[in-house]
């Protein structure tokens, strides 16, 4: 019993120039892709920035704090010092 990939179906045999005819076509693609997209403005991005540094500093400031609240707890009542 024959299956589609010994039929010879173009898309399982590349053939001779194929690879480079695929990528220009990626190429071209994701240029016109590009040229869809919606870039945020400088105060979107200012925004975003602030936000990220903000939600860092507030996780980084919770981790801290747990951190010693936790070395305490192990070094006191688990390692007896």
């Known amino acids: 019993m024959a299956n589609a990939r010994s039929e010879g179906h173009p898309s399982v045999r590349?053939?001779?120039?194929?690879?480079?005819?695929?990528?220009?076509?990626?190429?071209?693609?994701?240029?016109?892709?590009?040229?869809?997209?919606?870039?945020?403005?400088?105060?979107?991005?200012?925004?975003?920035?602030?936000?990220?540094?903000?939600?860092?500093i507030v996780v980084g400031t919770y981790l801290y704090i747990n951190d010693q609240v936790w070395k305490q707890v192990v070094s006191k009542f688990l390692l007896g010092q």
């Open 14 to 56: 590349p053939q001779a120039g194929q690879p480079e005819e695929r990528r220009g076509h990626f190429v071209v693609e994701a240029w016109a892709e590009l040229k869809k997209v919606e870039w945020p403005g400088q105060n979107q991005v200012i925004q975003g920035t602030v936000v990220v540094l903000v939600a860092c």
